[in-house]
């Protein structure tokens, strides 16, 4: 069997279906099924039940064993390298969230990179909640953006505190009211957001959510805030990005609602069983000693 094709069985397991399988490999669900199927086809016996979710027969069960210890010995084998090669030489998987990406990336890969010619990063700039399915899966080691409320199975190195404000542009048809923190008018706006949990994984009536008319889920950092500012609904944004944005003379703060400011940790993580290469471990040294840098 193919590496690849015991990471698909493995990712229809472990998201529960074939459609989440395909979107975290980035392959057409038509892809999966026939890779397992192939699969099938050449042990002459089914891998899995197709059930909701899905679940291993016990000869899927026995390939998905394997594939989990291959993955583990992969891992060593990396880490091995590395330490054989010393921690200056080799490359970085480092997983960024936008807003991470546009305010420090090119200064402290610059730096690093000067003081490391001979590493190289692998970089993924992806919205934070997504971030933490990157390293979580381990397509990155290192994920670099805010912290979420649940991240107790990651080692996290906090560098500073993000100020996240609800933001409306001045030409909102109901800014006035918006301004003046009216619930009913925050009920007509639109959330323009990167990123939100499917609601079947948290079903909680009581959501942010729900306090808005509707959500429009925009990848695009700049085009988030053009549409915000063009008066189409309103925002979550960092201090640090509105003190610089184009737009910000055409942006007002929702001072008056009690959720209008977020306050949340930004550093680097890491999922917590899995040991740091060397070269990940020295990124997370010279980026505490930069950030610290910062607050002197």
Known sequence: MEIHELEVLTAVIETGGFGKA???????????SQTIARMERRVGTALLVRSSPPQPTPAGQRVLDFAHALFDEMQHLERDLADIQGP??????LGASQMVTELHLERLTTRFAKKHPRVSFDL???????????VRDERVELGFGPFQQQMRDFECVPFYQQHMRLVSGKKHAAFQGLRAGDESALKRAVLITSYLDPVENR????RLRYRFG??????????????????????????QWLRKHACRKDLAALTRFEHGDIVRDVGL????????TPLARLFVEFCREEFSKQGR
């Open 203 to 206: 079903p909680n009536r009581h």
């Open 214 to 239: 509707g959500v429009w889920q925009i990848a695009n950092l700049d085009l988030r805030v053009r549409l915000i500012a063009r008066g189409l609904g309103v925002g979550y944004l960092p201090d």
């Open 269 to 276: 993580y890491h999922h917590a069983t899995r040991p740091l």
């Open 88 to 93: 200056s030489t080799g490359r970085i998987r």
């Open 22 to 32: 395909a979107k975290r490999l980035g392959l057409t669900q038509s892809a999966v």
């Open 124 to 134: 993924a700039t992806v919205p934070s909640r997504e971030l933490v399915i990157l």
